[in-house]
Antibody
Framework: EVQLMESGGGLVQPGGALRLSCTAS????????MAWVRQAPGRGPEWVAS????????YYADSVQGRFHISRDDAQNTLWLQMNSVRDDDTAVYYC???????????????WGRGTLVTVSS | IIMTQSPANLSVSPGDTATLSCRAS??????LAWYQQRPGQAPRLLIY???VRAPGLPPRFSGSGSGTEFTLTITSLQSEDIADYFC??????????FGQGTKLEIK
């Protein structure tokens, strides 16, 4: 079955850290630039970060640049998001997402996980 | 690039047609996708390249537009269409931004 499954969300204090994981199955993981997309309550989705297969080239939204780190292990079909120095406005459901095409850019996403909730609060 | 959707809320009677709009602050050609998000679920890709339906999507969903103005039209509205709808551009380089959404309700 083609699916993505996130884990690792929870409650974290401002300034703290959290590591999210995403396990993929049913497609050739290495061929795709994988992404994290988040959605704050009542808001539209926001692309957070992406990482290419093989080279591991990374891309970040300005809002998380320097605080979050995306990584992957293609042998384990796993994607991670290390969240450091978290802020209140990082509170959101975090989705792992696969783009429709095996391209370096032009990402639009045809497979999403169910999401994992991250709540930043003291 | 800022994506602006209108209206924020839309109430339509069963069987009628819903028309959702999305405007880009810059020309994005036809690099535009539409997503449906039902309550408690992840977004689902409906339309890409402005007008191409994702596999399995019924033809009562259609997309149109290019440049900066785009439309998602849903005909013969059904209760299962109750959802939030988002547009996303994927023109040139990231960040590929989403709109704030239109909440579709059934009268």
């Amino acid at each position: 079955e083609v699916q993505l499954m996130e884990s690792g969300g929870g409650l974290v204090q401002p300034g703290g850290a959290l590591r999210l994981s995403c396990t993929a199955s049913g497609f050739t993981f290495n061929n795709y630039v994988m992404a994290w997309v988040r959605q704050a309550p009542g808001r539209g989705p926001e692309w957070v970060a992406s990482i290419t297969g093989t080279e591991g080239r990374t891309y970040y939204a300005d809002s998380v640049q320097g605080r979050f780190h995306i990584s992957r292990d293609d042998a384990q079909n796993t994607l991670w998001l290390q969240m450091n120095s978290v802020r209140d406005d990082d509170t959101a459901v975090y989705y792992c997402a696969k783009p429709r095409l095996e391209l370096q850019y032009l990402w639009h996403f045809d497979l999403w996980g169910r999401g994992t909730l991250v709540t930043v609060s003291s | 690039i800022i994506m602006t959707q209108s209206p924020a809320n839309l109430s339509v009677s069963p069987g009628d047609t819903a028309t959702l709009s999305c405007r880009a602050s810059q020309d994005v050609s036809r690099h535009l996708a539409w997503y449906q998000q039902r309550p408690g679920q992840a977004p689902r890709l409906l339309i890409y390249s402005a007008s191409v339906r994702a596999p399995g999507l019924p033809p009562r969903f259609s997309g149109s537009g290019s440049g900066t103005e785009f439309t998602l039209t849903i005909t013969s509205l059904q209760s299962e269409d109750i959802a939030d709808y988002f547009c996303q551009h994927y023109y040139n380089w990231p960040p590929y931004t989403f709109g704030q959404g239109t909440k579709l309700e059934i009268k």
